[in-house]
Structure formats: C-alpha cells, structure tokens
C-alpha cells in the first residue's frame, strides 16, 4: 500500500467519526432543545417529521448524484457546509419556519454522506476490500456518535442546550480537514461508479446480466443453457444498473414460493 493511499484511508477512517459527530446533533436534541423553547408537541413532531420527509425524498437523487458527479469529496463537503447552516439557523431562529426549513436542508443535504462515502471507499480500496472497508467506516460512524452523544449530553447539562448546535458547527472544521487529507487523485472514479475497474465501457460481469433464482432448488447446474447462473440460497442480490450509470442493489427473502423470480437488466451496462 502506497503511503498516499494510506494517507487517504486514514482520512477516511476520520471523516467517518467527525461526520457521525455533526449528524448526531441535530436529530435527537432538536426535540429537547425546542421542548425548552417553549414548543409543543405537535408542532415539534411536525418540524422532525418535515426533515424526515425530505431525507426520504432526497435518497434517490442524492444516490444518483454520488454516482455521476466526479469530485465525490464537494459533494461532501457541501452537505457538511448545509448541516452546519442548518444548526446555525435553529440555534439563532427557533421559531416554526426557520426551523422547519432547517430541517429541510438537514435532511435533504445528509441523504448524500451514505453514497457518497460508500463511492469513496470503493474508489479507494475495490471491489475485493469493500466489505472490509465498510465494516472499518462503520465502526469509526458509532465510535463517533458515542463521543458526540457524551460530549453534547454534557454540553447541554452543564452549558446549555443551544450549545448543542454551535458544537455542531465547531466540528465542521475537523470534519473538512479529514475530507481534504483524502487524495481526490486515487479516488477510482470508474470503480467508484460499480464497474469492474477496466473501464465504464468494458463487458458487464455476473452482477449486470439477468439473474434467475429457483425458490426450490431444482436446477442445481452453475449455468443453464441460456447462460443464468442460479442462486438456490433464500436470500439473493442483485445488482441492476439503470440508463444514466445508476446501479441499484436489490436484496431480498424469497421464503416458500415455488416460483422461479426474475430479475431483467436487459442489456444494461455503464450508461451515459
């Protein structure tokens, strides 16, 4: 391993533990924190239910965005300068609009850390060390939030709860450190985006061609004539990609039917 790509990994190990110390402020002591302000409880269910609305609603975009966009770490970085925004204006604005619209950005801008992470690690390490890579992330992701749930759990007893939300914007500058000490260079842009390491264009492997599963496990050969490889096990996945390069992964039980299930990509590869 080069010293450059050691570097980047250390970095990333550290991204992991800041980030999860940004998120975390704002999801569990919004609640706390307005209930002090005066705030009821409906209208403090509408503001977090508001941002999980638009967490949701920004998954698939913010999916797509990590695959396509080529400097993985400005997406990141400017989903951190947003939450920061974010924690500012409750902190500063604690009334229902402010602090609905907060919320909006919140969940909208931190729906992009889990792909993008995700892209960045496989750009980093590959296909073969991605699980292992994974596991590292999260294992620095819940160091992290017991640090942050510490920390802020003793800023807000001893200090006061809308310290929360200034600790918050104080960690963005340790979060944006770890994010620049990743080197954009060895970031493998192509194997980032789930190909096979030899090119967008190169031939589909096993995970971009039709796969069909037997419930029953009665075809027990490797291929069948039309060259489908079955899976006999009751949980499968598949890996599926769409026109425009995003790639979907479906994993599934199938439990006792007796069907066979089909899963089409067509002729889908690395789209443009």
């Known amino acids: 391993m080069s010293e450059e790509l050691a570097k980047s990994l250390r970095g990333l190990d550290w991204l992991n533990f800041f980030l999860a110390d940004v998120q975390s402020g704002v999801g569990p002591f919004l609640a706390i924190y307005l209930a002090t302000r005066g705030w009821n409880e409906a209208t403090i269910g509408m503001v977090l239910t508001g941002g999980g609305i638009a ?12 695959d396509r966009v080529r400097s993985k770490r400005s997406l990141i970085a400017g989903g951190v300068v947003f939450l920061a925004l974010g924690a500012l204006i409750i902190a500063m604005f ?8 907060a919320q909006t950005l919140i969940g909208a801008s931190s729906s992009a850390f889990g792909p993008t992470l995700g892209a960045i690690s496989l750009g980093l390490v590959g296909r073969a060390s991605f699980d292992r890579r994974q596991g590292r992330n ?7 939030n017991v640090v942050a749930a510490v920390a802020m759990g003793l800023i807000g007893y001893f200090i006061s709860n809308r310290g929360i939300f200034f600790f918050v914007i104080a960690f963005t500058v340790p979060t944006l450190w770890a994010l620049s ?26 995970g971009d061609r039709p796969l069909q599963f037997h419930p029953g496990g009665r075809d027990h050969s490797r291929r069948n004539r039309r060259g489908v490889e079955p899976i006999h096990s009751g949980r499968y996945r598949a890996r599926v990609r769409l026109p425009g390069g995003l790639l979907v992964l479906v ?22």
């Open 55 to 66: 967490g949701i609603i920004a998954q698939t975009p913010a999916g797509a965005l990590a």
């Open 94 to 101: 604690p009334s229902f609009w402010p602090v609905m619209s």
């Open 138 to 144: 999260q294992t620095f992701n819940s160091a992290g």
């Open 181 to 206: 000490s990743i080197n954009a260079a060895r970031i493998d842009y192509q194997v980032a985006r789930g190909a096979d390491g030899q090119g967008e264009h190169s031939a589909p492997d096993q």
């Open 251 to 272: 994993r599934s039980g199938i439990g006792g039917a007796r069907d066979s299930v089909f899963l089409h990509a067509g002729n889908a590869g690395p789209a443009e």
